[in-house]
């Protein structure tokens, strides 16, 4: 385990986002994020979308296993963080549960997320940065506050 | 996609609310929206229910379809916002995820959801406001940052 | 319902907290609260478990009933907060929901994870204290507004 504690004192800038029906959530939450170079993050959402490509880690694979939701659904929760990656630009890691029609569930790693008709997105910045590094032996970058300005 | 930088400088107004058995959450957290004045807030929450009922949005009813969960549920997730309505007055959106005794889940947009023992809410003031307008198009009203102040 | 203000003015204390492979969640997020001293805070998180075990409360046994769930899952939603508990201690409280490779989903009460490559915390403090009491009828601890400080 390692932690920091981040500075007090300045309030945190908390910015709205509402994405609308049609625009991919990763795509347009990446974009926004650089953008306003918002260095790191925290944030939840709620909304729906008319389809979702969602992601298990397979450590055999070293990569996501996809998982295709090809129906309206809402998004129940979706919960994330904003972090550098090894380009310096703010990269974004969500997990959604998504919510079908008869009530059921399926949720993962958020790839992909066709909004219908909004997700509701508030976003916290965290003020001293966060950084992930690339891990050799998994194939995917984690937070790692070592590296992590502060 | 439409977004919004909330006033930074003033730290952001927190509140704690707990629900107890047999209050109806949907109701209980729009009163207290409303009594406290709270123009626009994100909250989470974890706690359980004696029963839910909860939606899946149909575009073709342009109406939520109704999901009943009768039966003693943990509150595993809930997340939502509060926006101020057509009539200015604080309005509550939540979606949330519910666990059943196999440790399945059921979820949804939360229309009712009767507290047993326990709800513990978190609600993080937003500084500026948030408006929600009636869309004719889809019969519901979501978060219009246009109409929003600031 | 009981709801309590926070004092406002001053900016929340914001930590970001990463578990690694091997950490069980609940004694490593416990042992973090307590040694840095944080009498209250909500938290959220996201990141994958190789097992964990998950309780759904029965009001007939008053306990948790467990819910073993002994396979790599993503931790698509971990929601949770931190309150003195009798004895004074910061003592922790946390749902999950649990994503698994077909993309179903379980959840419940958290009573141990371990994780399995990370999982990312963000736990922001609250100023004034809550304060958890056992409740005799029950058999478990809940968060008691008019016994917390402020």
Known sequence: ???KRLAAGDAAEVHVVILDTGEEA???LTQFAQESEIPA???TAIGAFERAT???FDFDS???SKIEV???CEVLSAIGDIAAGDDGKPSLHVHVVLGLSDGS???GHLLAGTVRPTLEVILTEVPEGLRRKKRADLGIALIDLAASRG
Chains 1, 2, 3 share one sequence.
């Open 1 to 3: 385990m390692k932690s």
């Open 54 to 56: 969602v992601g298990w």
């Open 41 to 43: 993050a925290s944030l």
């Open 70 to 72: 090809d129906k309206q």
């Open 105 to 107: 569930t399926r949720g």
């Open 62 to 64: 070293r990569s996501y």
């Open 26 to 28: 990763f795509t347009a």
